[in-house]
């Protein structure tokens, strides 16, 4: 068993609150956790067409059958379950009686919002980290890594081959989360439009150029880039900037949540494929980025990741603020030592020297070997980079 580093945040927050709502996307691992850390407790699993035809039509039935403390497992099928749990917790306030699942989002914020105001803290939960599989002796080189992914069950027994999973992944979730909550009208276009996406992974977004490849609106590309992030299949990692200047892109940028699915979207099935594939760079730097909101995910600093891009070229693929501090990141997939790779953080400094403090620093993450200080840079593997993400700061918290 992969031991996950959520898991002590799970168990805190149960001891705390009535309720928890743990979302994520499909096969990260909440099922397992939950079970794992909760063994006594009761499971329902509102995927089952029985289990959930009960909870809609006899909610007092339900909590009969599944008495607490209990794991109700994709809550987003019965939404409504959630009124009964705010009148169940306002009757008996003890911590730690509902432990709540959900893979998608879109039908359940309004809800829990509404709901259970005060009654439940709401975490994020991601793929399997680089960390966790290090601990677990799982060290696979870089192309391998970025073919396989991060998801449980490919680790969980081997012999799995990451491309009939993420293709099988891929298909299940146009048909159970997509076409089951009414949100697309066509499924194959928004088939081609996840393609295209994959393709465009580390780009700024642009829907008016999505919208004339894929032959539909530009507000319809925006309303599935929500369903996308609400599922958790996509992550938008934000701009920084400042007000002092109006060249300063604004639009963030996509990428996916495991790079198991990019690559499968993109026909990479092979880590052979993966290292002659020109997008193989964009893979990479969507690993480290989604490497370093892992690390942060249940910290403050979930909010404080940005990339930096200005009409003038200079770029940053990822900033880091820590209190006042900027921290810098480079990301190159190559092991080469190279002082060119060093000219935009320098350029950033240059421009926005009240960005660089004495707790700042400046990094290149690569796939080389690290190097504390390479022309007054830090260049660091991939493998370590969870510690650089991971600040001492209170563990984020969405209470609602």
């Known amino acids: 068993m992969i031991k996950r580093k959520i898991a002590s945040d799970l168990q805190n927050a149960m001891n705390e609150y009535p309720s928890v709502s743990l979302f994520g996307s499909r096969q990260c691992g909440k099922t397992t956790i939950a079970k794992e850390l909760f063994p006594t407790y009761s499971y329902a699993n509102l995927e089952d067409s029985q289990t959930r035809l009960l909870a809609e039509t006899d909610s007092k039935e339900f909590f009969t059958k599944f008495p607490e403390p209990v794991i109700i497992d994709e809550i987003q099928r019965v939404p409504e379950l959630i009124s009964t749990i705010q009148v169940r917790i306002d009757n ?76 099988s992944y891929i298909d299940t979730y146009l048909e159970r989360d997509i076409a089951g909550i ?22 700024l977004v642009n829907n008016a150029a999505l919208s004339g490849e894929v032959g539909v609106s530009s507000s319809t590309i925006g309303h599935w880039l929500s369903i996308l992030e609400a599922s958790h299949i996509i992550f938008k990692l934000q701009p920084w900037y400042t007000s002092r200047t109006s060249q300063i892109v604004k639009t963030p940028k ?72 900027l921290n810098l990141f480079e990301i190159k997939s190559g092991k ?30 690569y796939s080389g070997e690290d190097v504390p200080s390479f022309d007054g840079v830090r260049f660091i593997n991939y493998k370590r980079i969870s510690s650089f993400f991971s600040p001492l700061e209170e563990k984020f918290r969405l209470s609602f």
């Open 182 to 203: 009414n949100a697309v009208q066509d499924l194959s276009k928004f088939r081609v439009f996840l393609k295209l996406l994959a393709g465009r992974v580390g780009q």
């Open 336 to 365: 080469a030592l190279d002082k060119k790779f060093l000219r935009g953080m320098r350029s950033f400094r240059a421009h926005f020297s009240d960005s660089k403090d004495k707790k700042s620093f400046d990094a290149l993450i």
């Open 92 to 167: 008996n306030h003890k911590p730690g009686q509902y432990l709540i699942t959900g893979s998608q989002q879109i039908s359940l914020k309004k809800a829990v919002a509404q709901s259970l105001a005060g009654r439940t803290l709401v975490m994020n939960m991601l793929p399997l980290s680089l960390e966790e599989l290090l601990e677990a002796n799982i060290d696979l080189d870089r192309d391998t890594q970025l073919v396989a992914g991060f998801m449980p069950f490919l680790y969980k027994d081997r012999g799995h081959s990451p491309s009939d999973f993420y293709r």
């Open 254 to 325: 996509i990428y996916f949540c495991d790079t198991g699915i990019a690559a499968s979207l993109l026909g990479i099935e092979t880590p052979s494929q993966m290292t002659r594939d020109p997008l193989l760079g964009s893979l990479f730097e969507n690993m480290v980025v989604l490497e370093a909101l892992k690390a942060a995910i249940n910290t403050s600093a979930k909010d404080n990741l940005y990339f930096f891009r200005n009409s003038n070229g200079l770029e940053i693929d990822l900033i880091q603020k820590s209190g006042e501090a």
